[in-house]
């Protein structure tokens, strides 16, 4: 029995005021909520399904959906018809929800006719969005027509008539069918439950939508080959994109169409705007104005410029290539989570994150500007760092990591050209986090592949693997070996293959401890569990041995441990090696040859000042050798440059001497580097003084006695 106008429900609760729809399986009321005095939609099974033997069923599902709409209406989604009640009144079950004013998407286009594409799209993607909550609540509406989507006088669209929704996976299918025609898609006939039911339901109202006309069914394209008429036939103003879309999301066949309300919506999206900001451009209100572009990477871009204080920053976000990608939404909500997580990482060696913000559709990060040069620069063009220097760098890097690894996040791609070293003091940054991820110790997690080859290990290279600190321990480790070879390890895939090796650093260069040698080797580990699973725990490994009391013991001790560990490597590398062997000693003989022709000259022209001058000369050359030695050892010895051009005369005496001992102090230790360059200035300022006794005072003579 249909209810007719007044009819009361549950006491006087509810007044029945007219009836608003009957479908194949449900009948709709409007009604009046006497206590609120507003008006629900109540919506109760068709009584023409009593006598029907499945009838017991379709009421059990029902109450049961029902309840999960219930349940689903607790999120409040604005763009789905919230559940109200559910009840029972004389035998029937009524399911109460809120009464939404407006007009159908159908009763829309019937009136104005077809609606502007960007006015059906914004309708769409917000039933699009109300979808996916149902489907995440593990429901399938079948039946989102136009009929059901009601679109309100603020242009907000809401999804209605969850009368045949159903469990994605039913345990039973029922035999009979309710849906409209015209917008299901075939499997729907079978009882198929699966999410692109709606997505085929979905893009066949935004074909209505947008043409005007009701496509063709999909039974009659199933059985008749019916052709489905294209949207761009009936409006040649619709795009190539959402034509496409459409007709993707409407495929005949399930396994054809997107698998997913998300997968499709995104066929929707509009074309990114490629934003590439050029000199001048300013940002947040002119607090940042932009000067250049200072690097692009796989990810990132980032851009020299100014803030309202006249301070250089660093402004990065996300480079053109990411902004042309169909996931660059998620590429940009994790963009923003993850430099909200670096701001937090206060550390002197990671790049200090002072700002993120949105300009447009670009999310960014101000930073500091770091005046310095990259590692990678420094090696390739100054040549080896000496240990104890590369050694200070990758402590003070390996101490930020820590720091990073602490907020649950990995760097994944610590290299040379990711580490700057400060111009006015010898301290290292690490910079360039576009690859940062977050991790969860021994848990398999999907990352995206990019990375930088020789410095990434192995289970970077795969998509789908388990990552920890001992991710960036192997890169930290290729670092170090970087900065005392010169040479890039070979990739992780090659050596994986059995293609490359990796030669121990020590047989590069024979002035690297033991005790690095083996620290590099085996941070740079190909399994993840055989690394230190630790930046500290690999960090301790470069630490120098306690040194005992008793010198003897000590050095005997050491002997020891280097005639063993030579013997080990020997073995592991196939090479020849004796106790007696010793490294080959380099002699920068350039460089000498610099001291002795600078020292020459000196005495050369200091020689006619006073005989008492030639005393001194062995003094002025220890005494250049010992502030050589000392400017090499602490000092960066490029200082010369100052020198020269601030104090001409002393730059020039200074420069041979200080790139000479640099050179030494490589192969010999400070003694005998005092020893090599005082003999070496000496011997420069005797030739000196002993050609001009020869050219000057010996031929003045000899004039003399000819006239």
């Known amino acids: 029995m249909v209810w007719a106008s007044g009819h009361k429900l549950q006491g006087d609760k509810y007044i029945i005021e007219q009836v608003l729809g009957q479908g194949g399986f449900g009948i709709t009321y409007k009604a009046r909520h006497t206590f609120l005095n507003n008006l629900v939609v109540i919506k109760t099974p068709n009584e023409s399904l009593q006598n029907d033997p499945e009838y017991p069923k379709y009421v059990k599902r029902f109450i049961e959906e029902g309840q999960r709409l219930e349940r689903l209406s607790e999120t409040q989604h604005p763009n789905i018809v919230r559940v109200r009640d559910l009840f029972h009144e004389g035998g029937t079950y009524c399911l109460v929800m809120d009464f939404v004013q407006g007009e159908s998407l159908f009763n829309l ?60 996976v039913p345990a039973t299918v029922s035999s009979k069918f309710f849906a409209n025609v015209a917008f299901a898609p075939y499997e729907q006939m079978r009882g198929g439950r699966e999410p692109r039911v709606d997505v085929y339901s979905l893009a066949a109202s935004l074909y209505y939508a947008v043409t005007g006309q009701r496509p063709a069914t999909s039974l009659d394209r199933k059985l008749y080959s019916a052709p489905l008429v294209t949207p ?11 034509n496409q879309a459409i007709l993707k999301g409407m495929e005949l066949e399930p396994q054809d169409r997107p698998q997913t309300m998300q997968e499709w919506l995104e066929m929707l999206a509009p074309k990114q705007v490629i934003t590439i900001w050029s000199s001048g451009h300013q940002l947040r209100d002119g ?9 692009q990477g796989g990810f ?68 500091e500007y770091i005046q310095g040069r990259h590692l990678a620069d420094i090696v390739v063009n100054s040549g080896v760092l000496p240990e104890a220097e590369a050694l200070g760098y990758i402590r003070q890097v390996g101490e930020a990591l820590t720091v990073v690894h602490k907020q649950g996040l990995l760097h994944r791609d610590v290299k040379p050209a990711n580490i700057i070293v400060r111009s006015n003091k ?18 398999t997690q999907l990352h995206t592949a990019n990375l930088s080859h020789c410095f990434a290990p192995i289970e970077q290279y795969s998509t789908v693997a388990q990552r920890g600190a001992y991710t960036d321990v192997y890169a930290l480790a290729a670092t170090l ?51 230190p699973q630790s930046v500290q725990e690999w960090l301790e490994l470069l630490k120098e041995p306690v040194r005992h009391n ?19 490597q020997s073995a592991s590398v196939n090479r020849v090696s004796s106790s007696s062997q010793q490294p080959k000693k380099i002699i920068p003989w350039y460089w000498l040859t610099g001291v002795l022709l600078t020292y020459s000259v000196l005495g050369y022209f200091t020689a006619p000042v006073a005989k008492a001058v030639a005393w001194v000369w062995a003094w002025v050359g220890s005494g250049a050798a010992v502030v050589a030695i000392f400017a090499a050892w ?42 090599i360059l005082t003999g070496t200035s000496c011997l420069g300022l005797g030739l000196g003084w002993l050609m001009y006794r020869i050219l000057v005072v010996q031929y003045n003579q000899f004039l003399l006695a000819f006239l």
């Not at 360039?432 to 110790?441: K, M, S, Y």
């Not at 033991?514 to 080797?521: C, H, K, T």
């Not at 602490?634 to 020198?643: G, K, M």
């Not at 020039?652 to 005998?672: D, E, G, M, R, V």
Request: proline content about 5%.
């Open 426 to 443: 010898p301290e290292a940054v690490l910079i360039d986090f576009g690859l940062a991820r977050e991790f969860t110790p021994n848990l």
């Open 287 to 295: 607090k940042y104005i932009i000067h250049r572009i200072l690097a």
């Open 232 to 242: 761009q036939q009936y409006v040649l103003s619709i795009s190539n994109d959402l």
């Open 550 to 568: 008793t010198v003897k013991n000590s050095q005997s001790k050491s002997k020891k441990a280097t005639k063993s560990s030579q013997a080990q």
């Open 481 to 531: 070996y970087f900065l005392l070879t010169k040479r890039l390890p070979p990739p992780a895939p090659l050596r994986a293959n059995g293609t490359e090796l990796v030669e121990p650093p020590q047989r590069i260069n024979p002035s690297i401890s033991d005790r690095v040698n083996r620290a590099i080797l085996k941070g740079m580990e190909l399994e993840a569990k055989d690394r």
């Open 109 to 168: 286009v019937q009136r104005r006719g077809a609606l502007s594409t960007d006015e059906a799209v914004k309708y769409i993607r917000q039933i699009g969005e109300a979808l996916k909550v149902v489907h995440q609540a593990g429901l399938v509406h079948r039946d989102a027509h136009p009929g059901n989507i009601m679109v309100q006088q603020d242009g907000k669209a809401v999804l209605i008539d969850f009368g045949i929704a159903g469990e994605a």
């Open 300 to 367: 990132g871009i980032t851009y020299l410029a100014r803030n309202d204080r006249g301070e250089q920053v660093v402004i990065k976000t996300l480079n053109e290539i990411v902004q042309s990608r169909p996931d660059f939404a998620k590429l940009q909500e994790d963009f923003v989570r993850e430099a909200l997580r670096l701001a937090k990482c206060n550390h002197p060696q990671i790049v200090r994150v002072d700002d993120v913000f949105q300009a447009g559709q670009l999310w960014c990060m101000a930073m």
């Open 634 to 675: 602490f000092v960066d010895a490029n200082v010369v440059w100052i020198l020269c051009w601030v104090f001409i005369p002393i730059g020039l005496i200074y420069l041979p001497l200080a790139f000479a001992s640099k050179n030494l102090l490589k192969s010999f230790n400070k003694s005998h580097t005092f020893l």
